[in-house]
């Protein structure tokens, strides 16, 4: 992994609060990045503000509902505001949820498709509204092994991810002539705080979120002319291959 690629580029990162989001605005700042992050949580924001710029690393904070379209106009002008440019987007942001077709109501589904899905294409809008005319950029869009292999009970999280998978193939063509990388990480299970106690594991069964972070930088410390599109981490011990 050449890291030396990431440096002076600037890269928003939303769910920076905590977990994966965290993690990934720290390992970029420590490459050299700028850094942009976008949460809910101001409070934790500044926090981790605080110590990339404690680490000699350069970020700003933008309190963002990323399913608010005025919202993420506003993380988007503040990020060219301060930085000028915005090299990677990663769309992080999301929520879990495991609740049976028959009891998700409507407000449930769409809080689900509006977090992990809709807050994906409304920062890629304005990602490629800056990286296209500039021919290059890299969109990471965080995915799920529940895109591939569903848990039970789980429909509009299932969705949500399946759509999100659908959107990165999409801009990935619609980008590649303007040398716009569009790329799918999907994680299997991580120790974060998407959603306390919805899935039952033992501790040393996760992942960590830096473990998850690396590989998501990884990706988008390659030229600007390749796509490392896909990409997943799960369990060794998981249960998603083989036939019963």
Known sequence: MNLDILKGRVAVVTG???????????????????????????????????????????AIGVPTDVTSEDAVNTLFERALERFGTVDILINNAGFA???PIEDCSLELWMRMI??????AYLCSRHAFRIMKPQGHGRIINVGSISARVPREDSPAYTASKYGLNGLTH???????????????????????????????????FAAAPEDIA????????????????EAMIVQNKLPFLGRG
Do not use: Q, W
């Not at 999409?170 to 974060?192: E, K």
């Open 16 to 58: 920076a609060s905590s977990g994966i989001g965290e993690a990934c605005a720290l390992g970029y700042a420590r490459a050299g990045a700028k850094v942009v992050l976008a949460a809910r949580r101001a409070e934790r924001l500044d926090a981790l503000v605080e110590k990339i710029e404690g680490m000699g690393g350069e």
């Open 97 to 99: 949820d495991s609740t």
């Open 114 to 119: 509006n977090t992990n899905l809709t807050s």
């Open 170 to 204: 999409a801009l990935a063509l619609d980008g590649r002539d303007h040398n716009v990388a569009v790329s799918l990480f999907n994680p299997g299970i991580v120790a974060t705080e998407i959603s306390p106690g919805a899935v039952k594991l033992p501790k040393d």
């Open 214 to 229: 690396d590989a998501i930088i990884h990706m988008t410390a390659i030229p600007d002319h390749l796509n490392f599109y």
